[in-house]
């Protein structure tokens, strides 16, 4: 690889550029890293072919990457401290609440800067080795982009009087960060024990009373305390219908709102005792109430 102006001019000008260094700037200091990547390439890959004009820089970029990761993770550790001791993480929010504040998140299953945040603020680890692929009717867990989390909680507004269910929680993303950032009660059913476990541990971690993980099947488990659900596609097909079948049992005592997003927002949308808010989209969270026209 030769190293060109290209990566002198970025340097000179990220050195510069002191102001992007502040701790709330979390999302343009990714995007400079990501730059910064995307010239070097891979740290461990063959030695680079440096022009002699420009060698000077390299030395200068590494120390420009580190010390942004450094700031990045004081930021993460600063924002968990905040938790751990029960204070509200007031930059989290800020930076959640931009990211939804000013038109909806893009749709799909991109990543973003606020994956970056929310993956340093829980340090969730990854089970070791893999859970096995799961049986017909369940769907191999992936998390939700942070930006759908976030939208979810906006649009759903929990408070105190909730409960968020999470069917099909993998490692608790959703209501980890739900109970960071609401004051619902946050519960999360995951058949897989490995996810269970870590999950556990994140919320011991970061002492969050009010997110509790469950090893069930859903088809199995307690939903009667659940007055919001939410489904990222955990399965399909007749393990999906039993599940529904249970929650408008559920929705007869009392409201409740379920949350999609993936492929099932499209069957759960066929749903007679079910109306959207708005229209139906996979790629964003849509969020069902009970039909008024259903008797509770």
């Given at each position: 690889?030769?190293?060109?102006?290209?990566?002198?001019?970025?340097?000179?000008?990220?050195?510069?550029?002191?102001?992007?260094?502040?701790?709330?700037?979390?999302?343009?200091?990714?995007?400079?890293?990501?730059?910064?990547?995307?010239?070097?390439?891979?740290?461990?890959?063959?030695?680079?072919?440096?022009?002699?004009?420009h060698a000077a820089a390299l030395p200068r970029?590494?120390?420009?990457r580190a010390q942004l990761e450094a700031l990045?993770?004081?930021?993460?550790?600063?924002?968990?401290?905040?938790?751990?001791?029960?204070?509200?993480?007031?930059?989290?929010?800020?930076?959640?609440q931009e990211s939804v504040a000013s038109q909806?998140?893009?749709?799909?299953?991109?990543?973003?800067?606020?994956?970056?945040?929310?993956?340093?603020?829980?340090?969730?680890?990854?089970?070791?080795?893999?859970?096995?692929?799961?049986?017909?009717?369940?769907?191999?867990?992936?998390?939700?982009?942070?930006?759908?989390?976030?939208?979810?909680?906006?649009?759903?507004?929990?408070?105190?009087?909730?409960?968020?269910?999470?069917?099909?929680?993998?490692?608790?993303?959703?209501?980890?960060?739900?109970?960071?950032?609401?004051?619902?009660?946050?519960?999360?059913?995951?058949?897989?024990?490995?996810?269970?476990?870590?999950?556990?541990?994140?919320?011991?971690?970061?002492?969050?009373?009010?997110?509790?993980?469950?090893?069930?099947?859903?088809?199995?488990?307690?939903?009667?305390?659940?007055?919001?659900?939410?489904?990222?596609?955990?399965?399909?097909?007749?393990?999906?219908?039993?599940?529904?079948?249970?929650?408008?049992?559920?929705?007869?005592?009392?409201?409740?709102?379920?949350?999609?997003?993936?492929?099932?927002?499209?069957?759960?949308?066929?749903?007679?005792?079910?109306?959207?808010?708005?229209?139906?989209?996979?790629?964003?969270?849509?969020?069902?109430?009970?039909?008024?026209?259903?008797?509770?």
């Amino acid at each position: 690889m030769i190293l060109s102006q290209d990566l002198r001019n970025l340097v000179d000008q990220l050195e510069a550029e002191s102001a992007r260094l502040t701790p709330s700037q979390l999302r343009e200091r990714i995007e400079i890293l990501d730059r910064l990547d995307a010239l070097f390439g891979d740290r461990n890959a063959p030695v680079f072919q440096i022009e002699p004009e420009h060698a000077a820089a390299l030395p200068r970029a590494e120390a420009l990457r580190a010390q942004l990761e450094a700031l990045n993770v004081d930021l993460y550790r600063s924002i968990r401290t905040e938790i751990q001791c029960g204070t509200e993480p007031e930059l989290l929010l800020q930076l959640a609440q931009e990211s939804v504040a000013s038109q909806t998140p893009a749709g799909g299953l991109s990543f973003d800067y606020l994956d970056e945040l929310l993956s340093g603020v829980l340090a969730l680890e990854e089970p070791d080795p893999p859970p096995a692929h799961p049986p017909d009717g369940m769907v191999f867990y992936q998390p939700t982009p942070a930006r759908h989390i976030f939208r979810l909680l906006n649009l759903t507004v929990l408070t105190q009087a909730d409960v968020l269910v999470d069917l099909g929680s993998g490692l608790g993303h959703v209501p980890l960060l739900a109970a960071i950032c609401t004051g619902a009660r946050c519960v999360g059913i995951e058949r897989e024990e490995a996810y269970v476990s870590l999950a556990r541990r994140c919320a011991q971690q970061l002492n969050l009373d009010r997110a509790s993980f469950l090893q069930q099947d859903a088809r199995q488990a307690d939903l009667s305390r659940g007055t919001a659900f939410y489904l990222y596609t955990p399965f399909t097909g007749a393990i999906l219908f039993d599940v529904l079948s249970k929650l408008q049992h559920e929705s007869k005592s009392h409201p409740i709102r379920i949350c999609t997003f993936g492929p099932c927002t499209e069957a759960i949308a066929k749903e007679p005792w079910l109306e959207s808010d708005g229209q139906p989209d996979p790629d964003h969270i849509t969020i069902f109430s009970t039909r008024r026209s259903v008797s509770a």
